[in-house]
Nanobody, 127 residues
Framework: QVQLVESGGGLVQAGGSLRLSCAVS????????AGWFRQAPGKEREFVAA????????NCADSVKGRFTISRDNAKNTVVLQMTNLKPEDTADYSC????????????????????WGQGTQVTVSS
């Protein structure tokens, strides 16, 4: 079993920052791409950011570019989403996902391609 556990969500005022962390454990696969997605009530799941297993490739959605940064620590099996200058429209449930792959620089924005998912952590930004 592979487990992804997110942490770091919460309530923050507009303009504030939060740091989401995703811990990957269980059956180990040596390399995986990772991503963050979010879903607000009544809306479809939305891509936020992705990172290759080498860390050499990152992608961010246009809506968060310049405000959110994705990174990873493979020694600790963690993936981090640093969020700054948060806006009320960033309010959503944020989930991390992992896709086993041997391609060092591969990422994908398509949620259906990810095999493993966390339970999610709620981020609420007040105006």
């Amino acid at each position: 079993q592979v487990q992804l556990v997110e942490s770091g969500g919460g309530l923050v005022q507009a303009g504030g920052s939060l740091r989401l962390s995703c811990a990957v454990s269980g059956r180990t696969f040596s390399t995986y791409a990772a991503g963050w997605f979010r879903q607000a009530p009544g809306k479809e799941r939305e891509f936020v950011a992705a990172i290759s297993w080498s860390g050499g490739t990152t992608n961010c959605a246009d809506s968060v570019k310049g405000r959110f940064t994705i990174s990873r620590d493979n020694a600790k099996n963690t993936v981090v989403l640093q969020m700054t200058n948060l806006k009320p429209e960033d309010t959503a449930d944020y989930s991390c996902a992992a896709l086993p792959t041997r391609r060092m620089y591969f990422t994908t924005t398509q949620w259906a391609e990810y095999e493993y998912w966390g339970q999610g952590t709620q981020v609420t930004v007040s105006s």
